[in-house]
């Protein structure tokens, strides 16, 4: 089992930049498709980002043309490039594999236990 470590959060003024970073404890090229995600306070975690393993992206409306989402095979490490934030970005990121991926709509990633989940990365937009 890879565990996976996010990195990279903190606190940025709206219209600013950060980039996230998740590394695994070993190769992650056996996980087809990575994702991030967030929770926000009060709200469920949304899957926010996938890469396949073919270098396809895709992206929920919300962060569309802001966020890229990119992975390094040689690092074991996927990262999320942040631009324009803004301030209902603000949310705890994580990052995990997303089985059996269908579309960044689709509800698969449901079925990851808890346990399999990392500890994410806070993000907070404010002024």
């Known amino acids: 089992q890879v565990r996976l470590q996010e990195s990279g959060g903190g606190l940025v003024q709206p219209g600013g930049s950060l980039r996230l970073s998740c590394t695994g404890s070993?190769?992650?090229?056996?996980?087809?498709?990575m994702g991030w995600y967030r929770q926000a306070p009060g709200k469920k975690r949304e899957l926010i980002a996938a890469?396949?393993?073919?270098?396809?992206?895709d992206y929920k409306d919300s962060v569309e043309g802001r966020f890229t989402i990119s992975r390094d095979y040689a690092r074991n490490t996927v990262y999320l490039q942040m631009n324009d934030l803004k301030l209902e970005d603000t949310a705890v990121y994580y990052c995990n594999a997303v089985p059996s991926y269908s579309s960044i709509s689709g509800s698969s990633w449901h079925m990851i236990p808890d346990e399999y989940w990392g500890q994410g990365t806070q993000v907070t937009v404010s002024s």
């Open positions: 890469i396949l393993r073919g270098g396809r992206t």
């Open positions: 070993g190769s992650i090229a056996s996980l087809t498709t």
